[in-house]
């Protein structure tokens, strides 16, 4: 399958990803809007993966600062943490975007970079925010992390596995069937 990569700011075409962009970015804001949910199960990273696979670096920035700001803004809890979990989604939409460039992606190398990309985005987040802001030792900030750490990486498996590949399948669909060449079978030069 050879889909050609989209600059997703240009102006061709342009209707069509942002329309898709913004409604994955609508159904991260609902999922994380639903009561009781768990913590830290939540489809931001399993749809930045294939975003910036889809569209490059600045969409997967683009859309993990925006899916954070988004959700805190609505649910009025912009604060520090905002700052830090948008700065560490926003490192991991860039790294994301140069690293679905540079490799063929199958679920697997989602599942990699969910596991890679939960571990180092917790350390970013859990351990910096508790100790400089609240005042709570380091170890207080680690072993208080374990569960939600082990919670999120549960949740971001489970996505990677079964809405990655979705999700891309979605946003290259109408692309996808552009490349295709009709044949015509009672007269086999290409149309």
Request: charged share 15%.
């Amino acid at each position: 399958m050879n889909v050609n990569k989209k600059n997703y700011f240009s102006t061709k075409g342009r209707s069509t990803s942002s329309g898709k962009f913004f409604l994955i970015l609508l159904f991260c804001l609902l999922v994380r809007l639903i009561p009781f949910r768990v913590p830290n199960i939540e489809p931001i990273l399993a749809t930045m993966m294939p975003t910036s696979r889809a569209y490059g670096v600045l969409a997967g920035f683009s859309f993990a600062v925006l899916s954070i700001l988004f959700y805190d803004i609505l649910t009025g809890t912009l604060g520090i943490q905002t700052f830090f979990t948008t700065l560490a989604y926003g490192v991991l939409g860039l790294w994301a975007g140069y690293y679905f460039k540079k490799n063929t992606v199958n679920t697997s190398d989602y599942v990699r970079f969910a596991i890679i990309g939960t571990l180092i985005f917790d350390a970013l987040t859990g351990l910096s925010v508790g100790p400089i802001f609240f005042h709570q030792s380091f170890m207080e900030s680690l072993i208080g992390q374990i569960p939600f750490t082990a919670l999120h990486l549960l949740g971001n498996i489970t996505f990677a596995l079964i809405l990655s590949p979705a999700v891309y399948k979605f946003l290259i669909k109408k692309r996808e069937q552009k490349n295709k060449v009709n044949i015509n079978i009672f007269n086999p030069k290409t149309i």
